[in-house]
């Protein structure tokens, strides 16, 4: 079945390590996101990327980093700069030709917590 | 930045009651999307409105969106305790733009 895979699902750090989470589509979408979510409240946008070897900033992209080398999958380092990371990461894709709807498919997240 | 701010935040009904939550945004959009959020899960796409259509229909889904307000509105008809989920607007959407999410309303249908 085509979707998006995150891992891991549950993962807790120290402070002071950078982690690395992990985003996989096999749905042949060009475009990719990382959210943040904090509890009871919105999406915010880390990084995307619409084409590989490319990608944006977010509204909150202090504190993290990305890579696009392949189009299936883009990885989300959450890095020790960034001061209050204990959140549920969600990754998503878009497809980005003609016939696009516009819709975003969405991985079942990652829950980091720092300890 | 937030581009689409939900109202109400918090909505609780009774089974079989329609429940009517409210988007508003700050720019102009090409599209509006309505998603959905079950507890700790990821989001799933319920509808999509064109920065052209008035309204549009989606089985017991009904949104509208008004550009001169810029607002919009998700109407889900005869509630189900299964609809208890959070409801999030978003805006942007097209094949170039970058997504923003709104802070989402929390429904909870009582059976």
């Known amino acids: 079945d085509g979707g998006i895979t995150q891992s891991p699902k549950y993962l807790f750090r120290k402070e002071g390590q950078n982690v690395t989470l992990s985003c996989e589509q096999n749905?042949?979408?060009?475009?990719m996101y990382w959210y943040r979510q904090d509890p009871g409240q919105g999406l915010r946008l880390i990084y995307y990327?619409?084409?590989?070897?490319?990608?944006q900033k977010g509204d909150i992209a202090e504190g993290y980093s990305v890579s696009r080398e392949k189009k299936e999958s883009f990885p989300l380092t959450v890095t020790s700069a960034q001061k209050n990371p204990t959140a549920f990461y969600l990754c998503?894709?878009?497809?980005?030709?003609?016939?696009?709807?516009?819709?975003?498919?969405f991985g079942e997240g990652s829950r980091l917590t720092v300890l | 930045s937030q581009q689409g701010e939900e109202d109400p935040q918090a909505l609780s009904i009774q089974e079989g009651e329609n429940a009517t939550m409210n988007c508003s945004y700050k720019?102009?959009?090409?599209?509006l999307q309505w998603y959905r959020q079950n507890s700790g899960r990821g989001l799933v796409h319920l509808i999509l409105?064109?920065?052209?259509?008035r309204e549009k229909h989606s089985g017991r889904l009904r949104v509208t969106l008004d550009t001169s307000k810029k607002s919009s509105s998700l109407l889900i008809t005869a509630s189900r305790a299964a609809d208890t989920a959070s409801y999030f607007c978003?805006?942007?959407?097209?094949?170039?733009?970058?997504?923003?999410f709104g802070p989402g309303t929390s429904l909870s249908v009582i059976p």
């Open positions: 978003a805006t942007g959407g097209t094949s170039y733009d970058k997504v923003i």
């Open positions: 990327s619409q084409i590989v070897n490319d990608f």
């Open positions: 749905l042949n979408h060009d475009a």
């Open positions: 720019t102009s959009i090409n599209n």
């Open positions: 998503a894709s878009k497809d980005r030709g003609r016939t696009s709807t516009g819709e975003l498919f």
């Open positions: 409105i064109r920065s052209n259509e």
